[in-house]
């Protein structure tokens, strides 16, 4: 993986996608990784995909949390990705 990415589909005015964007912020300074946010509204693909579900998390096309988001869980998914 040639950059420390984490994906955040998402979409606007969603609670439950801000807290996890706070949430991977702060895991990022922490792990050391950036967020990328991408509006599955913007995408009939990704909204087809991922409707219901967001907020999703994705490393490197993988997904290892969709809503609700366990912050612990989450943690320990990013730490296992990047160790």
């Known amino acids: 993986m040639a950059a420390r990415e984490v994906t955040l589909y998402r979409r606007r005015h969603c609670g439950l ?3 996890a964007l706070f949430a991977l912020r702060e895991l990022g ?7 990328v946010e ?3 509204d913007a995408d ?8 219901e579900c967001v907020p999703v998390v994705a490393v490197g096309g993988r997904e ?16 296992a990705v990047f160790a």
Do not use: M
């Open 44 to 51: 009939a693909d990704l909204r087809a995909l991922y409707d």
């Open 38 to 40: 991408c509006d599955v």
């Open 17 to 19: 996608c801000d807290d």
């Open 64 to 79: 290892i949390a969709r809503a609700p988001i366990d912050v612990r869980a989450l943690r320990a998914a990013l730490t």
């Open 29 to 35: 300074r922490e792990l050391q990784f950036s967020v």
